[in-house]
């Protein structure tokens, strides 16, 4: 089994660590799985598949640290230890929580919610942090689409190039605040997607937007 996750290499779901020296900057990566579609860590992987192998106690407990006193709601971790060609491989896997987001503490004590996108760790966006929030609100939101709404979203619509939250706000002469909350609604309906390109979160109207 452990070869056959190997084989397919890091990717949304699935991250390699040679050895975690820091469990700080392991709870960014179980924030960005518990934020996004789940995942597991495969610990004692070096980044070209090879296995190095690690002290299991030291890694789980390392592990652990970072679930709980470092993710802020903690993160249910399932580990289990994996011997294979003489080396201990600790596998953590996470599953996608309910409670988004899971924020992860920095080294300067902040914290700061992450998401997966592809093999990375990225810091969520304010739009997706404005959705998050949204969708603890049983209430619900009601989109008010005026033609001021229209003309903003004509703006998303017939750009060359997708917009970024501060260009978008920028055009449409908005708060930043607004074009956060006016993003997030618009997403929300469908009527608009962020992507992450060239790492910059964008904004482009989708075909029922248009």
Same mark, same amino acid.
């Given at each position: 089994m452990l070869h056959r996750l190997i084989a397919e290499g890091e990717h949304q779901q699935q991250d390699f660590k040679y050895e975690i020296s820091d469990a700080r900057k392991i709870a960014r990566t179980l924030s960005a799985f518990a934020n996004t579609d789940g995942g597991r860590l495969l610990i004692g992987v070096k980044d070209n598949g090879k296995i190095a192998g690690v002290r299991s106690d030291e890694e789980i407990y390392m592990v652990e640290a970072a679930a709980t006193?470092?993710?802020?709601?903690?993160?249910?971790?399932?580990?289990?230890?994996?011997?294979?060609?003489?080396?201990?491989?600790?596998?953590?896997?996470?599953?996608?929580?309910?409670?988004?987001?899971?924020?992860?503490?920095?080294?300067?004590?902040?914290?700061?919610? #992450?998401?997966?996108?592809?093999?990375?760790? %990225?810091?969520?966006?304010? $739009?997706?942090?404005a959705l998050w929030r949204e969708a603890t609100d049983d209430a619900g939101t009601l989109l008010p689409f005026s033609q001021r709404e229209q003309s903003l979203l004509h703006l998303l619509a017939d750009a060359p190039e997708p917009l970024s939250l501060n260009r978008f706000a920028r055009l449409g002469r908005l708060p930043r605040h607004r074009a956060v909350?006016?993003?997030?609604?618009?997403?929300? #309906?469908?009527?608009?997607?962020?992507?992450? %390109?060239?790492?910059?979160? $964008?904004y482009v109207a989708t075909e029922e937007g248009e």
């Amino acid at each position: 089994m452990l070869h056959r996750l190997i084989a397919e290499g890091e990717h949304q779901q699935q991250d390699f660590k040679y050895e975690i020296s820091d469990a700080r900057k392991i709870a960014r990566t179980l924030s960005a799985f518990a934020n996004t579609d789940g995942g597991r860590l495969l610990i004692g992987v070096k980044d070209n598949g090879k296995i190095a192998g690690v002290r299991s106690d030291e890694e789980i407990y390392m592990v652990e640290a970072a679930a709980t006193m470092y993710c802020t709601p903690p993160v249910a971790c399932h580990m289990s230890v994996h011997r294979e060609e003489g080396h201990n491989v600790v596998i953590a896997e996470v599953e996608a929580t309910e409670k988004r987001p899971v924020r992860a503490q920095l080294e300067d004590g902040k914290l700061c919610a #992450f998401v997966r996108i592809a093999d990375e760790n %990225i810091v969520a966006s304010p $739009v997706q942090m404005a959705l998050w929030r949204e969708a603890t609100d049983d209430a619900g939101t009601l989109l008010p689409f005026s033609q001021r709404e229209q003309s903003l979203l004509h703006l998303l619509a017939d750009a060359p190039e997708p917009l970024s939250l501060n260009r978008f706000a920028r055009l449409g002469r908005l708060p930043r605040h607004r074009a956060v909350q006016l993003l997030a609604q618009f997403i929300r #309906f469908g009527i608009v997607k962020q992507q992450f %390109i060239n790492h910059t979160f $964008v904004y482009v109207a989708t075909e029922e937007g248009e």
